[in-house]
């Protein structure tokens, strides 16, 4: 793995200098009738704690799979995640995952769905407090006024708004976006990076994220983890991302800095590593 380092990438801010979040000589293999298929091979990659973390790589390259040994849903072969120095074996409720296709049970309410995500954690607390913290957490999206609505009755962005507020009310110390913006119109992608932003300021969550989108990588992220092509797919690069914080959209793309480092991530993508049908 090489990381880039130069004038051009030095970190502004660094959030902490102790490792939070570790993921060390992981490997993912699946059995076949002849050799193993290899995923992953060899992640080492260690995420400081309130650090926001995009991945970006071709489809294909292990980038869902990585995070889904990091929410707990599947076991290395190789290697380990460790959280706080506590190895993952399973999913938790300090590991919160926000898929791209909204996973609400369209059944329930709003409010219902983010409710039932807090009672399953803490079946104990009182109902008014629980009821406080799901609400509280859809004023935190701007979405007090579609509480009682169903998932069939909400836009993709709003249903991808009840999907931030539940996972955030449980206080998760990792939250973990597989690409949660894919799905939606560019104007709404816009409008929930920036509420993101402003989420994320306030609530200094670590995160890690999947995208296919350079852009808004650049705009969210600390740093920029770039996968080589799979099988056996490795870090190939890590981008640390300078824009001070808090950032605002139109400073950033009015750098000169925001352009070279889209040039290198697009060069990195479509050159180095371009797929076979990629010209």
């Not at 570790?22 to 002849?34: D, F, M, Q, R």
């Not at 990792?174 to 300021?201: N, S």
């Not at 770039?226 to 870090?235: F, V």
Request: proline share 7%.
């Amino acid at each position: 793995m090489q990381t880039v380092n130069s004038t051009l990438l030095e970190p502004k801010s660094p959030i902490t200098s102790e490792p939070f979040l570790v993921i060390e000589n992981l490997t993912k293999a699946y059995p076949t009738s002849g050799d193993d298929y290899v995923v992953l091979d060899g992640i080492n990659l260690t995420v400081n704690e309130g650090e926001f973390v995009c991945l970006i790589g071709h489809s294909g390259c292990g980038k869902s799979t990585l995070l889904d040994m990091v929410s707990g849903f599947r076991v290395p072969t190789i290697g380990e995640v460790r959280l706080q120095n506590k190895r993952i074996t399973k999913p938790g409720p300090d590991r919160m995952v926000v898929f791209q296709n909204y996973s609400l049970l369209p059944w329930l309410t709003a409010f219902e769905n983010i409710y039932l995500g807090i009672h399953s954690v803490w079946p104990d607390k009182p109902k008014a407090e629980k009821e406080k913290i799901a609400n509280d957490h859809l004023a935190l999206v701007g979405l007090t006024e579609a509480a009682h609505k169903k998932p069939g009755q909400l836009s993709g962005g709003m249903k991808q708004r009840v999907c931030i507020a539940r996972a955030l009310a449980l206080r998760p110390q990792v939250l973990i976006l597989d690409e949660p913006f894919g799905a939606l119109d560019p104007i709404t992608r816009e409008e929930l990076q920036e509420e993101l932003l402003k989420i994320w300021t306030e609530y200094r969550v670590t995160v890690l994220m999947i995208t296919h989108d350079i852009d808004e990588a650049l705009l969210l992220s600390d740093r920029l983890v770039m996968m080589t092509n799979g099988p056996a797919a490795k870090i190939g690069e890590v981008l640390t991302i300078p824009f001070p914080r808090p950032r605002n959209r139109t400073l950033v793309m009015e750098d000169p800095k925001y352009y070279e480092l889209r040039n290198y991530a697009l060069d990195f993508l479509y050159h180095r590593f371009a797929h076979d049908d990629v010209g």
